[in-house]
């Protein structure tokens, strides 16, 4: 049942081959649709056996204050709208942080399928502004693209709290984070993560507009 439920979310991920930005978005919220009826679908089976949580670093992805730092954001919203917990760790005296995910292990599988899905498409059009406006300064580029990606996120946040508003009585409930992930993470700290970014408004609605209809830009085959 798993491996049937795991290949229907890959190939509505697979989507994003569509030019159109609609299908993009209503494959990213069917996605989380067919999450919580698998957890509906567990939930009925008496045999059900007791899931492992597990603790992985998405490998290859990282940020800091001064580079990219909505992608902290990003793991956060996408992981907890998929029964997950992120966080951010680094190696002592460095500035650089690495993206942490804790769940029950086919919530991470899933998880961390969206999130590079939601990153490749933000990066897609942050490569876009960049090659737009390289005839600017770096600080002036740079607050560019950190104010598209905050927006971005907002965008995903929002539409993703439109979905769970619109199925709060039939399975929205289902997508809370489980006890045993609360129990798990329950180590990680609380400190806010606080970067200085000069935001452009124009940009920054730009972001919250593509976040909400999660516009495709890259392709994620290559996490399948």
């Given at each position: 049942?798993?491996?049937?439920?795991?290949?229907?979310?890959?190939?509505?991920?697979?989507l994003a081959e569509s030019p159109n930005e609609h299908e993009a978005r209503a494959a990213l919220l069917k996605a989380r649709q067919l999450m919580a009826e698998h957890k509906i679908a567990e939930a009925d089976m008496e045999d059900i056996k007791k899931?492992?949580?597990?603790?992985?670093?998405?490998?290859?992805?990282?940020?800091?204050?001064?580079?990219?730092?909505?992608?902290?954001?990003?793991?956060?919203?996408?992981?907890?709208?998929?029964?997950?917990?992120?966080?951010?760790?680094?190696a002592c005296g460095k500035q650089t942080f690495q993206i942490g995910i804790i769940g029950f292990e086919e919530d991470v599988e899933i998880a961390e399928a969206v999130f590079l899905y939601a990153l490749d498409c933000a990066r897609s059009e942050i490569?876009?502004?960049?090659?737009?406006?390289?005839?600017?300064?770096?600080?002036?580029?740079?607050?560019?693209?950190?104010?598209?990606?905050?927006?971005?996120?907002?965008?995903?946040?929002?539409?993703?709290?439109?979905?769970?508003?619109?199925?709060?009585?039939?399975?929205?409930?289902?997508?809370?984070?489980?006890?045993?992930?609360?129990?798990?993470?329950?180590?990680?700290?609380?400190?806010d993560f606080k970067a200085n970014i000069d935001y452009n408004r124009s940009m920054l609605v730009k972001g919250v507009r593509d976040g909400e209809s999660f516009s495709p830009g890259k392709r994620l085959k290559r996490y399948q």
């Open positions: 049942m798993y491996k049937d439920y795991k290949e229907k979310v890959k190939k509505l991920l697979a899931q492992k949580v597990v603790n992985k670093i998405i490998d290859g992805i990282t940020c800091s204050k001064r580079r990219d730092p909505w992608i902290i954001d990003l793991s956060g919203t996408i992981m907890g709208n998929y029964c997950c917990k992120a966080y951010r760790t680094r490569k876009q502004i960049k090659t737009n406006n390289n005839i600017y300064c770096s600080s002036y580029v740079k607050s560019l693209c950190d104010s598209y990606g905050i927006g971005f996120v907002y965008g995903i946040s929002k539409m993703f709290s439109q979905q769970q508003k619109e199925n709060e009585e039939s399975w929205g409930l289902v997508l809370t984070l489980p006890k045993e992930v609360k129990e798990a993470s329950s180590y990680l700290g609380k400190n």
